[in-house]
C-alpha cells in the first residue's frame, strides 16, 4: 500500500514539473491573481488591510485547489477508464483507492508549495503573512478542499457526460458559481448579504471555514459535502462496465 501511494505521488510530481501549463496554472497564475486582487480590493471597506491580505491569500489557496480538484482529477481518473487503464489496474494487485490516495497525496504537496510561496510573497509585498499554528489550520483545510472538490469532479466526468466541450461547460459552470458566490476573494458578506447566505450552502465556504479556522466553522456543511460526493460518485462507479 505504501510503495503504491509513494511511487503514485513520485509519478504526479514529476509529470507536474513537466508540463509547463500546469505550473503557470498552479503556481503563476495564482500569485499573479493574488497580488492584482490585494491591490483593486485592499482598501475596502469594513476590513483593513492586514486582514484582507490573509483572507485572499487563504481563498487563492481554496481556489486554486477546487480548480485543479475539478479540472484535472476528475478528468484524469475519467481517461484512465475510457482508455483501459482502469480497467487494467483493477486486475493489477492494487487497489484503486491506493491510486487515488497517491494523486490527491501529490495535490497536497503542491498546493503547500504553493502555499509557502504565496506566505513568502505576502510578506514581501505587503508584511503580512500566516503564523505556523495558521499554517496548519491551512494544510488542514487544503487537505479537505482536495478530497471534496476531488469528488465533486468525478461525480461530474463519470456522470453520463462524455469528455468534450458540454463536460468542460459544466465544470465551469460549478466552478465559477461555487466561486463567485463564496468569500474566497472578498467578503461577499459584506457585500451581499443574501448571496453570502446561499454560499455557506455550497462547498467552498464550508472549506474557506477550515483554512482560516473561522467561528464557528460551518461544520454540518462541510461534513455534508465530504460524505455526499463520494456515496454518488460510489454509485456511479458500480454502474460502470469493464468490458475484458
Known sequence: ?????YKTIIIQLITFIRIKQVVFWLFV????????????FGGINSINDKEYTILLLTGIIAMTVASDSLFSIGPVIKRHYLNGTLKILKLMPL?????????????FIIS?????????????????SLDVKNMINVSVGILAGLWIFSFIGLCLTFSDIKIGEAEKGLTNLVFFLILF???ALYP???????????????PMNPVLSVLRHDNPILFFQLFFWGIAPVIVFYFLYKKL???R
Do not use: Q
Open 188 to 202: 461577499v458578506n459584506i457585500l451581499n448579504e443574501s448571496i453570502a447566505n446561499i454560499a455557506d450552502y455550497l
Open 95 to 107: 487497489k484503486l483507492t491506493h491510486y487515488f490516495i497517491g494523486i490527491i497525496l501529490s495535490r
Open 181 to 183: 458566490t463564496s468569500n
Open 29 to 40: 497564475f495564482p500569485l499573479t491573481l493574488f497580488v492584482i486582487f490585494k491591490t483593486i
Open 241 to 243: 462496465k469493464f468490458t
Open 1 to 5: 500500500m505504501i510503495n503504491t501511494i
Open 112 to 128: 503547500l508549495l504553493l502555499l509557502i510561496s504565496l506566505n513568502i510573497a505576502s510578506y514581501v509585498l505587503f508584511s503580512a
